[in-house]
């Protein structure tokens, strides 16, 4: 199933290489605007920057980091498997779908399926990248399992703190 972001994206493309980012209306994905993240590209050296991070993703993240680089945010860097997924993106010059684990906060999520799509400068240049990030849930039953097994963790916790 094509995300709601790569079907907007490509009907801004038409017959161009790659949509401008001057033509991304928030408004026009405004159902999914809670899960969309938007990465400025840096150019020499190459580097993402958090520029806007819906609500459902700050979630994930366990924190705001707009106005943050990649390269700053451990495992996050240069040689790490998300900057390389990105890269890929920026050199194939077309929207790309990836999953990735997820070892966040929220237990109820077991991984992250990303659609990633290329937006350019006036000059054709590639400058953001605005990803549609889609968690994947866990059953009900696995997630009943890891509930009872974090409950049962921080009751060992309080008592070996108590001891």
Request: aromatic content about 8%; some cysteine.
């Amino acid at each position: 199933m094509m995300s709601p972001l790569t079907e907007y994206w490509m009907a801004r493309r038409n017959m161009a290489d790659l949509p401008v980012y001057a033509d991304f209306d928030p408004l026009e994905c405004r159902e999914i605007m809670p899960d969309l993240l938007v990465l400025r590209v840096c150019a020499a050296p190459l580097d993402f920057e958090y520029s806007l991070i819906g609500s459902n993703v700050r979630e994930i993240h366990s924190e705001n980091r707009r106005g943050q680089r990649m390269s700053a945010i451990d495992g996050q860097g240069e040689g790490s498997r998300l900057w390389g997924l990105l890269a890929n993106a920026l050199a194939q010059r077309d929207a790309v779908t990836f999953y990735s684990p997820y070892s966040g906060p929220l237990i109820q999520i077991d991984a992250i399926k990303s659609h990633v799509t290329p937006w350019t400068d006036k000059d054709g240049n590639i400058s953001r990248l605005v990803i549609h990030v889609c968690r994947n849930s866990l059953d009900a039953s696995r997630q009943a399992w890891f509930e009872q097994a974090r409950d049962r963790l921080l009751e060992n916790i309080v008592e070996r703190r108590a001891a």
